[in-house]
């Protein structure tokens, strides 16, 4: 049975930092993509980064310079630090790990993040 926790997430003032964490377990998380997607109060969910087997990254635009995904295949672990944060990143953030691009794969429960004055 595949298990993915998010932590991490709380309430941080505009310009502040949040480290997201994903722990994974009953997967073979070093050949699955994993990516942090958002979700909005009225809105879509939406990607905010991947990074891939081979640890290449992709970021969206809105989070480019500011966030920084990573993994650690030793310890089914993937991160997402995010600095210099806005009150439009406010989001619940989910964790998804997936074998490519074109598999829906598996989903955490969410980790809500605000940003806030």
């Known amino acids: 049975q595949v298990q993915l926790v998010e932590s991490g997430g709380g309430l941080v003032q505009p310009g502040g930092s949040l480290r997201l964490s994903c722990a994974a377990s009953?997967?073979?998380?070093?050949?699955?993509?994993v990516a942090w997607y958002r979700q909005a109060p009225g809105k879509q969910r939406e990607l905010v980064a991947a990074?891939?087997?081979?640890?290449?990254?992709t970021y969206v635009d809105f989070v480019s310079g500011r966030f920084t995904i990573s993994r650690d295949n030793t310890k089914n672990t993937a991160l997402l630090q995010m600095n210099s944060l806005k009150s439009e990143d406010t989001a619940v953030y989910y964790c998804?790990?997936?074998?490519?691009?074109?598999?829906?794969?598996?989903w955490g429960q969410g980790t809500q993040v605000t940003v806030s004055s």
């Open positions: 009953g997967i073979l998380w070093g050949r699955h993509v």
């Open positions: 990074i891939e087997r081979d640890y290449r990254t």
């Open positions: 998804n790990v997936k074998l490519d691009w074109n598999d829906v794969g598996y």
